[in-house]
Every structure is written in C-alpha cells, then in structure tokens.
C-alpha cells in the first residue's frame, strides 16, 4: 500500500494509480472466486470417492464372505465343513464319554436312546458255543434256556464280480433240430461293463463328484486296472442309451403351471488355449408340493457355452405358464411373449439387503429384513396347503406387510445416496415390485425361487472337485446327469439303484413307452435292487 508522500501530485497521474490498484483488485477476487469453485468441487468429488470406496468395500467384503464367511444363504463347501466339525466333534465327545465311564463307572446318567439297525439289511447269525461240549462237573448233556442276541453293524467292502453267460447249444438227436438261447443285452454294446458297473461310475462322477481318473485308481486296488479312456467311452454311451428317457423328463416338467429356472456358470476347457471359459447350466425345477399338489417334483438341465439370453429363450420356447426366476435380463423376451408370467424371488430381493446390513448394519436394513421374516413366517405356516389357502391367508397375514414396506421404501429411498449399495437394494426391490408381490395373489406361486438353487446344489459341490469340464459335450453329459440323477432324489429314490434298473431294461425297452422308466415309476424295482445288493 502506497503512503502519503508516494502518491503523485497531478490529478491524471493519480487516476492512473487508482485505475490500475482496482483492475489488482478485481483479478484478486476472481482468483478467490476461482479458488471456491475448486475447493468445493474437489469437496464434492471427495465426497464421491468415499461412496465409491463405500460400495467397493460392501462388494469385496460380500466376495470374501462367498469364499470365507459364514452366512444365512449357506454355500455348499460352508455345509460340508461344518460336517466335518461335527463329525469331529461327535468323535471327540466319544472319547471323552468312554474316559468318563472308565473312572466314573458308579455316576449315573441319562444314555442317549440308540437307534434301531434297518430291518432290511440281510443278517448272518454267528452262534458262540462254550468250550466243553458238556457240563465240566459231571458230564451231563447242556439244556438251551434261553439266549442272549446282540447285533453289530458291519461293512463289507464292495468288490468286483464277473457275471459268465453261458448260452448252451442244443440239437434234437430225431430231428436234428438245433436250439440256443437268445444272448442277453448289454447296455453299451460290445462293452463288456454290466449296468451295476455302469450306474456306479456314473454316480460317483456326477453325485459324488469323483473325477474318472480318480475312480481308476480306486479300481486299481481291487487289482481291476481300468483305462480312463475305457471309463470315459462308458460314460458317453450311457448319456446317449438315456437321451429318450431324458427327453421325457423335459415332457413332464414342462406339462407344469408353474416352474422354477436358475442358472450357475461352470469351468469348460478351452481347446489349444491351455485355459478355461466360462460356461452355463440351466434348470428348470418343477416342485408343487409345496402347494399340495402330489405330482411327482423333477428337474430338467441344458448345458450352454455362454450366458446369452437366447439359451432360455429356446428352452421356454413352447411353454406357457408361470416362470419364478431372478431378475436376468434374458427372460424379457419370454415375458414379453404374453405366454409366461414373471414371478420373482424375495430370498434374491432380501440378499441385497442383507449383504449390507452384514457389513454395517443400518435402521433400514434392519427394517427390511425384519419385514421380509415375517413374511416368510407366513409362509411357514401355510406350507403344504392347498392354493386357495395359501392365497387366502397371504392376503388376509402378508399383503399388509409388503404394501406397508414398499410405501416406506419410497419414502427412503432420496434419504440414502444414489451410489450407495443401500440405494442399490432397494431400487433392485422397487423395479422388480409387480414380480415379487405376484405371489400374494396366486397360491401356486412359491415366495422365492429356492427349488431351482437347491438343484444346482450338486454342480457348486462338484466344481470344487473337477475345477471343469473337458469340452461342450461334456457339458451336455453333465447337464443329463444331474436332470436324471437330481429327479431321483427329490422322489427320495436311491439314483444308485434307479440307474442300475434303467440300465438293465432300457437297452430293450420300448421307446414308445419311456414314461415306464421315469423315477416316481420304477421307485419300488429301484427299492428292491438296492436291498438285494
């Protein structure tokens, strides 16, 4: 600042002075003004990134509780290793239980009540005869009074047996007529595996999720050396000696009001590239009993390369009904058709919410997951109960509750930020509102799409055990596996025995009567051969 005795003495010098000291100060304050602009900005955008540091955080720590953690959808590996916890710890309590009984034989206490051996398995009885023939004292003959019978569970190792046919030629010495017997069919021809073989490789693979080539070795040391690629060609006869049974598997779940579809990604080789892709199985469960229908429940798979929304498309092609599915935009075009209605999912709608509420739990996700229990409550109550029940009490117990919420949900939705995974959830929710409330009005609807993720249980089990599959035909084997075998156990048939009977008959069966060899059809022969074994 310029003082007194700086200042110039003419007027027009002294203009020129002030002149320049306001443009200074007029650059000054467009500086600052600059600078606010900036600093808020950068304030704003500051803002941003911890929201999206926010949601990235919630994605990676849903991906680490996938893999690691513990929560309330359970994975299939989680199960398994809390299995295998019990199982350790049922051993573990053992050996304490037999350490208390030797020092504290005189302390009494409750013992748990034992389970009674199946009366169906075959019995050897052991008789145990004292030593002396007679009575050591004086010679008398034993009298029988009475017995005491203790039985044991025992396991006998399965083993290997090789079934001879032999076909005797005959000739009449008057006539010299000549006669043989038929030769019996084989399941593959000129495959010298029998179907009780056959069934056992083809659940261990794809129910038990044992590799072909790990089979082999097992079969190595019952001394029965097996080519993997003998195995291999084993398998793919069996998926082409049931391809008409399977194709009436696809009849009977599609004939249904109602199915269940979902999809899961599975590790395919790539060919010369020494990588994987990705690739698909697709299910569509059909399963009212639920409702109270007593129609048999079965499920169908296809096997795809890709994920593209042209795969269900092609399967649902030609069916009309109701479709419960998650919100995959390649069903669209199915609904679009009018012959399908979307039914939607509340367990997908309440993970959104719940994988928040998991990291940092907040007054909304509380809410809504306090909501969504109640209406699975309901549902608890009301399951196996005919339609008309069941949508007479979701509307009298539920609808309230789910009008109430999607009011609330409206209300705080602009309270939450746009980018958070919260506002995610319930957009998620708010868009697919007609799907999910579609249930309240149709007692055949399920509230969630549970069947279809229960039946691809097995394939998430599996991949841990083959990491992929070796090509697209492999694919198309799975996917008949698991329909045939999967449809088996939701008729609570035992696969093991089912396929060994279909493997016995079907080479010789008529085709025109296919449906003969359908689970819920042959349960009671399956039941049989499983206790002759």
């Avoid at 698909?280 to 129609?295: C, E, N, Q």
């Avoid at 039914?343 to 919410?353: D, E, I, P």
């Avoid at 509102?433 to 399920?446: K, N, P, S």
């Avoid at 509230?447 to 039946?455: Q, S």
């Amino acid at each position: 600042m310029l003082n007194a005795a700086q200042l110039p003495d003419n007027i027009a010098a002294l203009k020129a002075l002030l002149s320049a000291q306001s443009a200074q100060i007029d650059a000054f304050g467009q500086e600052r003004a600059q600078w606010v602009v900036e600093r808020e900005t950068l304030r704003q955008g500051t803002h941003d990134d911890k929201q999206e540091i926010a949601r990235l955080g919630l994605l990676l720590d849903k991906l680490r509780r996938m893999l690691f953690g513990q929560k309330s959808e359970r994975l299939v590996a989680q199960i398994d290793q809390l299995q295998l916890e019990l199982e350790e710890l049922h051993i573990n309590q053992g050996g304490r239980a037999e350490k208390i009984e030797s020092t504290q034989a005189s302390a009494a206490r409750a013992a748990p009540p034992r389970r009674p051996l199946p009366e169906h398995l075959p019995r050897e009885v052991h008789e145990h005869l004292p030593k002396e023939s007679a009575c050591p004292d004086c010679g008398g003959a034993w009298q029988r009074l009475g017995e005491d019978v203790s039985e044991v569970l025992e396991h006998i190792p399965a083993s290997f047996r090789i079934v001879r046919h032999v076909r005797p030629r005959l000739a009449c010495r008057c006539c010299d007529r000549m006669a043989q017997a038929s030769a019996p069919s084989r399941p593959i021809a000129r495959s010298f595996a029998g179907p009780g073989l056959l069934s056992h490789v083809m659940v261990s693979k794809y129910l038990d999720h044992q590799p072909l080539y790990r089979q082999c070795q097992i079969y190595e040391r019952e001394h029965v050396n097996l080519a993997q690629s003998t195995v291999g060609d084993w398998v793919g006869g069996v998926h082409e000696l049931l391809r008409p049974l399977i194709d009436a598997l696809r009849r009977h779940v599609f004939t249904a009001d109602k199915l269940h579809t979902d999809d899961t990604p599975i590790k395919v080789l790539a060919p010369g590239t020494g990588r994987t892709r990705e690739a698909r199985l697709w299910v569509y469960a059909r399963d009212d009993r639920p409702s109270g229908d007593t129609t048999a429940p079965a499920m169908w798979m296809r096997y795809s390369p890709d994920r593209r929304g042209i795969h269900p498309q092609t399967h649902l092609k030609d069916y009309m009904g109701i479709l419960q599915a998650d919100a995959f935009a390649g069903y669209n075009k199915v609904y679009e058709s009018g012959r399908v209605v979307e039914a939607g999912c509340w367990a997908h709608a309440r993970r959104k919410f719940y994988d928040v509420h998991v990291k940092d739990a907040t007054p909304i996700t509380t809410y809504v997951l306090e909501r969504i229990a109640e209406l699975y409550k309901i549902e608890s109550s009301i399951r196996g109960s005919p339609p008309d029940v069941r949508q007479g009490a979701r509307q009298e117990h539920a609808k309230p509750i789910v009008t109430a919420l999607y009011a609330w949900l409206r209300e705080q939705l602009p309270t939450v930020s746009r980018k958070s995974k919260t506002a995610d959830a319930i957009t998620y929710a708010m868009n697919q509102w007609q799907a999910l409330t579609r249930y309240l009005d149709d007692g055949r609807i399920e509230i969630d799409n549970n069947a279809a993720e229960r039946a691809l249980r097995g394939v998430a089990l599996g991949r841990k055990n083959y990491l992929f599959l070796g090509s697209d035909a492999g694919g198309e084997r799975a996917a008949t596996m698991y329909s045939l075998l999967g449809t088996a156990k939701l008729n609570d048939i035992n696969p093991q025995a089912y396929l060994r009977h279909v493997l016995t008959v079907i080479a010789d069966h008529p085709v025109n009567r296919i449906d003969e060899l359908l689970p819920w059809n042959v349960g009671k022969h399956a039941l049989s051969l499983d206790r002759a074994a």
